[in-house]
């Protein structure tokens, strides 16, 4: 069986560029911003703090979020099985 790997490497680029980045991958992408800012007073150090922490936060709760899918998926995949 030949394998067509120029056919199989536009397949692999194509879908590539179709798939949208994660919410994770975004939030990676602020915090690398954020890490580049340079607080010129107080005022912008005490809201990139709050900023970092709040980053935090949500890669926590993206993390629950994205555990529960998994979850939930197993789930309705169990429950297909048994209607099958």
Known sequence: MKVDLNKLTKRF????A???????????????ILEQFIPKSQRE?????VARQHLNEIKKLNRKLEERISLLEEQVKVLEEGVK
Request: aromatic share 4%; hydrophobic share 35%.
């Open 45 to 49: 150090s005490r809201q990139l703090s």
């Open 18 to 32: 179709k798939s949208r980045p994660s919410v994770r991958a975004y939030v990676e992408s602020v915090v690398g």
């Open 13 to 16: 680029l194509l879908g590539e």
